[in-house]
């Protein structure tokens, strides 16, 4: 048995630091690097990269919608055809910083509400495809375990995509199979020790918890913990210890090398 564990990274920006990138990096197989848009900047992400490359960690592009102040975080209405645009803007943009860097890039996650509103929206969930498989048609297309996510891997499918099924053992889930919103208490899980018996049960037992109590199916690929959790560094930490102990073997998604 093996999984990727991941976490959304290069989320600094200008005079602004955000997460313990250096310090998380050493706990993970992959590396979901902000493009610049919702967080980083052209610095932080060639330095992410490096400290990627330097640590034997997959590069994967983390492109969200233009929304600096929201963090990515809010919904906006963009067409298709500028999501698509949006996309290939900002996965171009971490391609080159790869190929700047010595490395390939292995896949692609939507962050935020771009990456909610493709679960739900198959227009939106096409337009991320479509700018995936314009790069590079190689690269993975990171979608959301369960039966929320089945929209997601129906049109990567379609169109030639890899896909990756990802769970989040950070964020507590509703019954329905998403994500619980960030507007309700409880929705981020920072307890360590909460969230590695999480990580278990979705990788060993492939289900999960939901906030009901009920649990669900899924099927993962990869585990996603937050950068900018405070407790981050313990959570991937905690989660590789835990599953290494009970015989998963942990390697990056994407493309081999």
């Known amino acids: 048995m093996h999984i990727d564990l991941n976490c959304d990274m290069g989320e600094s920006f200008g005079a602004y630091q955000l997460g313990m990138d250096a310090e998380v990096i050493r706990h993970i197989t992959s590396a979901n690097i902000a493009c610049g848009w919702h967080a980083g900047d052209p610095l932080v992400m060639n330095r992410t990269v490096q400290l990627a490359v330097e640590n034997g960690v997959g590069v994967g592009a983390h492109p969200g919608y233009p929304d600096l102040l929201g ?5 906006m209405a963009c067409t298709p055809e500028e999501v698509r ?3 290939i803007y900002q996965i171009g943009a971490l391609k080159a910083f ?9 896949h692609v996650k939507p962050h935020g ?3 909610l509103t493709a ?8 337009a991320v495809a479509e700018a995936i498989v314009a790069v590079d048609p190689n690269l993975t297309y990171v979608a959301l375990a369960g039966k929320k996510g089945e929209l997601m891997t129906r049109i990567g ?6 896909v990756a099924y990802e769970a989040f053992p950070d964020r507590a889930y509703t019954p329905e199979g998403t994500l619980q919103s960030r507007k309700e208490p409880g929705a981020v899980i920072k307890d360590p020790k909460v969230v590695v018996e999480r990580a278990l049960t979705m990788v060993l037992e492939k289900r999960v918890i939901a906030v009901d109590g009920t649990s669900f199916p899924l099927e993962a690929d990869t585990l996603c913990v937050h950068g900018d959790t405070p407790t981050a560094v313990d ?14 073997e942990l390697s990056p998604m994407g493309t081999d090398d």
């Open 85 to 87: 645009f949006y996309m």
């Open 235 to 248: 959570l991937t930490k905690g989660i590789r210890k835990a599953l290494e102990s009970e015989g998963v």
């Open 119 to 126: 679960v739900e929206n198959a227009e939106v969930a096409r």
């Open 157 to 162: 499918s379609e169109m030639g995509l890899k």
């Open 113 to 115: 509400a771009l990456y």
């Open 71 to 75: 963090f990515g975080r809010r919904n």
């Open 98 to 106: 790869c190929a700047a860097n010595g490395t390939q890039l292995r």
